[in-house]
């Protein structure tokens, strides 16, 4: 009797824990599919509140980013410009993105890291919301050329994705803002914050003399301009690559004379990852950039004023080399192997 009793609560006990193990696993899967705000990151810029990342949204988002059906012909998709072994941007075969009919862009494709930061996109800061961000490609005659309506036409046609939309948004017609909605969710997820660096400034890694050497120098030559924590003040400057810029940049946007050849301070997050380097892709290595800085700098009306001295930024060799061993601890192996993101999951 008491044996049995025994055994009975016993396999009660083991329903239990069952049941509260099965829902912890749940718990566990939904946070890794939450957005979580680095500690040491500025507050995100995304409006979260209104497109809370869930589990079933970014897998939505995830599908989206990697089908070729956004574009006019099947054949491109958001991940042949955006690839995850480069940290989102493009691989280095494609200085200049190439879209539809293997048409040439005019621009390099920028690292999505960190975009939920952030709050204007583009090389020009054309686009103040990330939602928009994909409407530009879709629509670019250079990129996906095709009409966001016939994208959204397609995804209601397909049994597939209408189901997911239904999970996702408790949605029976698919629509322009859940579609943006989705690919925000996965691209609020690629958040890069375990490089070598993070460690560092978390105190849970170190560098060595050379690194540390390379970061004070770099806070001193470059952090004007490339500041904080995502290394950008998010400002439009020219930074001398040209005596007459050929792309107009921020002009593209204000329409004032005064922003030409402006471009945003971009983030260096990963920058080993993204050569090639500039709005256009002009240099090969970190080194080019480095002599850049140093001997390369061309005088234009807009040029910023922090870099008018006739002598571009003083630096020896060393010094150069010790700049270059700190930005290469801005790489982030997590987030280029974070099985999340693969195409197959
Ligand atoms: C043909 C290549 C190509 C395709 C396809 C493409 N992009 Fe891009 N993407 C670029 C280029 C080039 C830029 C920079 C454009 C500029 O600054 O004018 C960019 C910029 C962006 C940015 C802004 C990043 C920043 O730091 O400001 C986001 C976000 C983005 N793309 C998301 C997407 C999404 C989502 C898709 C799919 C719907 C997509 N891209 C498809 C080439 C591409
Ligand atoms: C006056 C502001 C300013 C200063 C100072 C400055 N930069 Fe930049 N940097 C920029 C701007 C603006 C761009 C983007 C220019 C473009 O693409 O046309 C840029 C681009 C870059 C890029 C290419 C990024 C990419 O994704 O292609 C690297 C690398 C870089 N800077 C490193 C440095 C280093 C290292 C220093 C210090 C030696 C430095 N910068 C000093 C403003 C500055």
Known sequence: MYISNLKKQLSYWGLLLFILSCSERDVQVEEAYSFQQPVHFPAATYTLDNNPVSKKGFLLGKKLFNDPILSRDGSVSCSSCHLQATAFADSRQHPLSIGVDNRKGVRNAPSLANLAFMKEFFWDGGVTHLDFTPLNAIEASFEMDEK???????????????????????????????????????????????????????????????????????ESKCGACHSGVLQSDFSYRNNGLDENPIDSGRTRITENRSDWGKFRVPSLRNIALTAPYMHDARFETLDEVLIHYREGIQYSETLDPLLENSLGITMTDEEQEQIIQFLKTLT???????????TTE
């Open 148 to 218: 966001v309506e016939n994208v959204v036409g397609r995804l209601n046609a397909s049994e597939e994705y209408q189901q997911l939309f239904g999970k996702a948004f408790g949605i029976e017609e698919v629509t322009t803002p859940y579609m943006l909605h989705a690919l925000s969710q996965f691209m609020v997820m690629m958040v890069s914050d375990n490089s070598r660096y993070d460690q560092y400034l978390l105190g849970t890694g170190e560098l060595t003399p050379d690194e540390l050497h390379g970061l004070v120098l770099f």
């Open 332 to 342: 982030d192996r997590e987030l280029i192997s974070d099985s999340r993101f693969f």
